[in-house]
């Protein structure tokens, strides 16, 4: 009874869950600019280059939240 990984693995999705590619494609569109995102448990958190971006972001949260249809919490990072 020996299962090869590639056998366990191999029907897995490890795609971007559609909350990560929903937000960086909202932030893509509306500011130009490139974002990671971490899913954890009861938060989502997006990282951004700078101070300006983030602001401008924070303002568009909860469109963003409405658009995730999700009821994490969304969080803002500076890296």
Request: glycine share 6%; proline share 1%; aromatic share 4%.
């Amino acid at each position: 009874m020996t299962d090869k990984l590639s056998d366990l693995m191999g029907n897995r999705d490890f795609g971007e869950p559609q909350e990560v590619r929903t937000i960086k494609e909202f932030v893509r569109k509306r500011f130009n600019a490139d974002v990671s995102v971490a899913i954890q448990q009861r938060q989502i958190i997006i990282s951004v280059a700078g101070a300006s971006l983030a602001g401008a972001l924070r303002m568009q949260l909860h469109e963003l939240k409405k658009l995730c249809a999700t009821e994490k919490r969304l969080i803002i990072r500076i890296q």
